[in-house]
Each structure stands twice: as structure tokens, then as C-alpha cells.
């Protein structure tokens, strides 16, 4: 099964400045736009139905590859990406000038790409060069390492021009953000205090607001000032908290969505966008499905009785088989374990913070790994990766283009290992997997400078009060 993932084009990147207000100077428009973004599907979920509709390991396109249509339009890899999917559909039928096959010449435009779960096999599967040869690169520069924790090597990004929307629970998160360091002398439990950050940050209409600004960037009527994911003092100092404490006692992690369990018929994302029978919830776990397909071999592969998994796609907590001492996906009470985000519906109307709230559990595991799977989710970039780096956990990524979710995010300098790094560093250094302690501090340094309202860090004080007061509310 092609494994793909969705890429959200927005608009222009800015650079940063020194204080939150310099970092997101400057509001969207909240201007009114058509119903539908460039599909007759309807309105596009918080993702961009079908622009940008990639791989889940980085695949170059070939630049000089391009097709020349009937009325003189240069289309190339890049620009069909961008197309809504009826039109990238036609257009990877083309063959280039060249004599090249667009479906060859531009893989995450025709989203033919290498299923990414043979990655620990001898023989690569059918369009896995690209990704074999990034592996054999990775165990050639690991050859010359003196310790597992030598820095990774630089990570060079040539999507300047991309942006992808942050997501509802994002957006209430950083709501929250703004609204504790408003009133950041007050007390955590604070009931009415709570009720008031409710009610200002958790309305589907400040929400709703946000998605047809995002639309907006995308058909490029306003600019996209909103240049870092920004995270509440509730999770950095619960996080902080645990890390504080911590031993550092579970070698690997990854807490989220495993499987596709909607009954998939092995469509492409390109052919489902288009029936008649389109779920935008549906799509959203074919994307994480198919683009988490590494996470599993990597699993049985590399989990030890001293790392966590924790498969928040596990449904039915009595039928569940574990994979090994490792799958804590049922609790010890015999229900079913962690948070699930994608269970709590925005699309109701109905008020709610659940979604975005504190989970104090969740980051107590994060704070006790030394390293914590990050794939993509339903867009090409994931906010673990974030809350991992909060925690002092470092991240491993399938590709460095989910290393955040515009150019400015990920050329911040955090530090990180793709899955062929780790896979080599693993195999030059076998053994216990240590602690990257230093990566670790360089990453937060560089978190609480760029993503996050608190003006002054000396002020984060470890402890979980906010956390767990923001957890109780509704």
C-alpha cells in the first residue's frame, strides 16, 4: 500500500524576533472566502484537502522534470503539488518533456512513494531507492562517529515559501498561552479564572475564525503572520516538572495512533479525496496511518522492556493483544490508556477545551524517555515533536520536512535523528541507548526563546498545578 501524508501549502515565512509579540507581530484578516478552496469536495478540513499530498520519507523531486500544457502552462513536480486533486490527478497521468513519466519524476506530487515499513529489510521495495540510498548514507556517516550523541549533521530545507496550518487543538493551546501569561500571578485553580479562559479560548467560532483565515493564506488573499507554534506555561512547566525528576529510565517512547482501522480499501489519498463517499475524519486516519507505516517495524525492531508504546488507535481494551512488555495501551486497570485527541470533535459547535488541554500522564512518559517517536500525523509535521523537546526527550523523524510546520520552525536548530540515523547510530553503537543530555538543553534553550509567551524564563517553575487544573476543565 502507497504510504503518503498530507503537506498543508500556506503562505510566506517571517523571521523571528526577540519577544512573543515580535515573534507573532501582526494579525490575519479575517476576510471572507469562498466555500470551496480549489475542490468541489466542499469545505477542506483544518487540513488543505489534497495540496501538497506527499511522502512519509524525504523523496526529491526531479526539478528539470516539467509537462507543457495545451495552452502553453509550464507545469512541474513543485506546481502539481500545490493542485487541488482532481487536477494533480490529470496532471501525473502527463508525460514530461523530457519522456519522463510524471508519476517517476515527481513522487510526492503523484504520490508514489516507498511504503516506508521495508526500511529494515535487506532488499528495499519497488521506489525505495531514494530512501535506500539515504539509509547507506547514514551508516556511512555513522562510521566515523566516536559516540552515539556526536551532533546530527546539518539539516538543509528548501521549502522557504511553506507554511502549514497549525490545527485546532494548536490554536487553543496557544490561547491558552496568551491568556495565562495575562495573568500569570494568579492561582492555577483559580475556578472562575478557568471558566474565563474557557470561554475565551475554547469557542468554536474563534476557532472556525482561524480555519477561514487559513483558507485565506492558502489562496494567498493575506499573508500568514503567525511564524512559530506557540505553547501555554501550563506545559512547559508540567513538563519541566517531570523532567526535573527524572531518571531517564525508558530508552524509546511513542504515544499516539498505530493503525488504520476504517476498513481502507487500499485507495490512494488522491483517488479518495475525489468519491463521492469522502469523510474528511476517515482521510485523516488514512494520512496517519499511512505515513506512520515505519513506526511498527521500528517497534518490533527496536523496543525494549524499557520503552513505551502506548497505540491510541486500540479500540477495545479486552481483545487488545500486546506486542511485548513494552505495549502499555491498556492501563493496569484494564481500560483503555492515554490521551486521544482525535476522538473529541470541533466540528460540533459545541464548546470545549478537552482537546487541547494539559495531560500530566503524557508528559510524565515524555519527561522518562530519552528519545520519543515523532511521525507525522494527519499533516506533515506533529506537535509531539514539540512536547517531546519540552520534555527533554529528543525526537526521531522519518524525514527533517516534519521537523515543523513552515521553514522557520525547522531551521530553528533543534536537534534530532531521522529513522536512518537512529537505525545507524544503533548499529555502530550497539548497547544500552544513552542519554543525549546536551541536545537535550540545547533544544529547550532554543524552545523557550522562539515558542513560547513567556517573556522571561527564569520565571518557568516546574510543578503540574496548571496542568492539572487545566485538565479538570470541561
Known amino acids: 500500500m502507497t504510504r503518503l501524508l498530507t503537506v498543508v501549502v500556506l503562505g510566506a515565512v517571517a523571521s523571528a524576533g526577540k519577544t512573543w509579540r515580535e515573534k507573532q507581530a501582526g494579525a490575519a484578516a479575517d476576510e471572507p472566502i469562498k466555500k470551496t478552496i480549489g475542490s468541489k469536495k466542499g469545505p477542506p478540513a483544518w487540513w488543505n484537502l489534497g495540496h501538497g499530498i506527499g511522502c512519509p520519507f524525504f523523496?526529491?523531486?526531479?526539478?528539470?522534470?516539467?509537462?507543457?500544457?495545451?495552452?502553453?502552462?509550464?507545469?512541474?513536480?513543485?506546481?502539481?503539488?500545490?493542485?487541488?486533486?482532481?487536477?494533480?490527478?490529470?496532471?501525473?497521468?502527463?508525460?514530461?518533456?523530457?519522456?519522463?513519466?510524471?508519476?517517476?519524476?515527481?513522487?510526492?506530487?503523484?504520490?508514489r512513494c516507498c511504503a516506508g515499513d521495508s526500511f529494515l529489510d535487506a532488499s528495499p521495495g519497488p521506489r525505495c531507492e531514494t530512501v535506500a540510498r539515504e539509509f547507506a548514507d547514514a551508516a556511512?556517516?555513522?562510521?566515523?562517529?566516536?559516540?552515539?550523541?556526536?551532533?546530527?549533521p546539518p539539516r538543509r530545507h528548501d521549502d522557504a515559501n511553506r507554511t502549514h496550518y497549525p490545527g485546532p487543538r494548536a490554536v487553543e493551546s496557544a490561547c491558552f498561552g496568551r491568556?495565562?501569561?495575562?495573568?500569570?500571578?494568579?492561582?492555577?485553580?483559580?475556578?472562575?479564572?478557568?471558566?474565563?479562559?474557557?470561554?475565551?479560548?475554547?469557542?468554536?467560532?474563534?476557532?472556525n475564525r482561524g480555519r477561514r483565515n487559513a483558507s485565506a493564506i492558502i489562496r494567498g488573499t493575506i499573508e500568514d503572520t503567525h511564524r512559530y507554534l506557540m505553547f501555554p506555561r501550563s506545559q512547559i512547566e508540567a513538563a519541566r516538572h517531570y523532567a526535573a525528576t527524572s531518571?531517564?529510565?525508558?530508552?524509546?517512547?511513542?504515544?499516539?495512533?498505530?493503525?488504520d482501522d476504517d476498513g481502507d480499501d487500499g485507495a490512494s489519498l488522491l483517488d479518495y479525496a475525489l468519491r463521492k463517499d469522502y469523510d474528511p475524519v476517515v482521510f485523516s486516519s488514512r494520512i496517519a496511518a499511512r505515513m506512520r507505516a515505519w513506526v511498527l517495524p521500528f517497534v518490533k525492531r527496536y523496543f525494549t522492556a524499557d520503552s513505551v508504546l502506548l497505540d491510541t488507535s486500540v479500540k477495545d481494551a479486552a481483545s487488545h493483544v500486546p506486542l511485548g512488555a513494552y505495549d502499555r495501551s491498556v492501563g493496569g486497570d484494564g481500560a483503555l490508556a492515554g490521551f486521544?485527541?482525535?476522538?473529541?470533535?470541533?466540528?460540533?459547535?459545541?464548546?470545549?477545551?478537552?482537546?487541547?488541554?494539559?495531560?500530566?500522564?503524557?508528559?510524565?512518559?515524555?519527561?522518562?524517555?530519552?528519545?520519543?517517536?515523532?511521525?507525522?500525523?494527519?499533516?506533515?509535521?506533529?506537535?509531539?515533536?514539540?512536547?517531546?523537546?519540552?520534555?527533554?526527550?529528543?525526537?526521531?523523524?522519518?524525514?527533517?520536512?516534519?521537523?515543523?510546520?513552515?521553514?522557520?520552525?525547522?531551521?530553528?536548530g533543534y536537534k534530532y535523528l531521522l529513522v536512518s540515523e537512529y537505525v545507524a547510530r544503533r548499529t555502530r553503537f550497539p548497547g544500552a541507548v544513552p542519554y543525549c543530555d546536551k541536545w537535550a538543553a540545547h533544544n529547550l534553550a532554543i524552545f523557550l526563546e522562539h515558542q513560547s509567551y513567556i517573556a522571561d524564563p527564569s520565571t518557568v517553575r516546574p510543578n503540574v498545578d496548571r496542568c492539572r487544573a487545566e485538565a479538570d476543565m470541561p
Request: proline letters at 7%; aromatic letters at 8%; glycine letters at 6%.
Open 340 to 412: 486521544r485527541p482525535i476522538a473529541l470533535n470541533f466540528t460540533t459547535g459545541a464548546t470545549t477545551c478537552k482537546k487541547a488541554t494539559c495531560d500530566p500522564a503524557y508528559y510524565e512518559k515524555l519527561a522518562r524517555s530519552r528519545f520519543t517517536l515523532a511521525p507525522a500525523g494527519d499533516m506533515p509535521w506533529s506537535l509531539r515533536f514539540f512536547e517531546a523537546v519540552m520534555a527533554g526527550s529528543v525526537p526521531i523523524l522519518s524525514s527533517k520536512e516534519h521537523a515543523g510546520r513552515n521553514h522557520a520552525e525547522k531551521t530553528l
Open 59 to 111: 523523496e526529491a523531486e526531479d526539478p528539470t522534470w516539467h509537462w507543457v500544457g495545451p495552452k502553453g502552462a509550464k507545469q512541474t513536480c513543485n506546481a502539481t503539488q500545490k493542485k487541488p486533486p482532481e487536477k494533480r490527478a490529470r496532471l501525473c497521468r502527463q508525460t514530461g518533456a523530457s519522456g519522463v513519466a510524471a508519476a517517476d519524476a515527481c513522487p510526492n506530487a503523484c504520490v
Open 247 to 259: 531518571k531517564r529510565d525508558v530508552d524509546l517512547n511513542f504515544m499516539g495512533r498505530l493503525y
Open 140 to 152: 556511512a556517516a555513522a562510521a566515523t562517529l566516536e559516540s552515539f550523541c556526536d551532533d546530527p
Open 179 to 207: 491568556f495565562q501569561e495575562a495573568h500569570v500571578s494568579a492561582l492555577p485553580g483559580d475556578a472562575a479564572l478557568s471558566r474565563d479562559m474557557q470561554a475565551s479560548c475554547c469557542n468554536y467560532q474563534i476557532l
